[in-house]
């Protein structure tokens, strides 16, 4: 396989509840937020961020709302699930070959539900835990993004569980795991 040219870093926020009226298996992906990385130089080259309109839960809970900052009239006026993921392989097309990179697991996990409910196939071919690889590089336990920052002394810039601010902040721990190449 051919050695990834840059990183994705990719952050998903879905829909959800705080009193199970949405099972994990119907949360459906509301923000895409992605930040490319130049694998020579571990700098951010480009942005994507997208709104989606859920389909399953097309009402946002008051706790999905108040946990994201979006808005319902940030999903109403959104791409479909299919239109936004179109968009995503788009973007992504100039960088040629690349690394999906997320903290932990769920967003790989969540594309993944994503593309199953709407019949698309998954767009990535290979998938970095930066969660693992950060605690791994750093003898540390998994933390969370804020947790982990703090750990090499950076504070979170933006707004929390907001897909383009996580992608951001995850994007600038991900030098901690990869050395820039020589």
Not at 9 to 26: G, K
Not at 96 to 124: I, N
Request: negative net charge.
């Amino acid at each position: 396989m051919t050695q990834p040219s840059h990183l994705l870093i990719l952050d998903l926020e879905a829909t959800c509840s705080n009193d199970r009226s949405i099972p994990p298996p119907e949360m459906e992906t509301i923000e895409i937020g992605a930040v490319m990385v130049d694998r020579a130089t571990m700098q951010p080259v480009d942005e994507f961020q997208t709104y989606i309109r859920p389909v399953r839960h097309p009402q946002l809970t008051a706790f999905c709302a108040e946990l994201t900052s979006i808005l319902q009239e940030d999903v109403d006026g959104a791409p479909a699930f299919p239109e936004a993921i179109a968009a995503l392989r788009a973007w992504m097309v100039p960088f040629g070959t690349v690394l999906f990179c997320s903290w932990g697991d769920y967003d790989r996990k969540q594309l993944e539900q994503d593309c199953a409910q709407h019949g698309l196939p998954y767009p990535m071919a290979e998938h970095l835990n930066l969660k693992v690889a950060f605690a791994e590089a750093r003898g540390h336990k998994k933390k969370g993004v804020a947790g982990a920052l703090k750990t090499v002394g950076l504070e979170f810039q933006g707004t929390h569980h907001r897909g383009i601010d996580d992608a951001r902040n995850i994007a600038r721990l991900a030098t901690y795991v990869f050395e820039p190449a020589s």
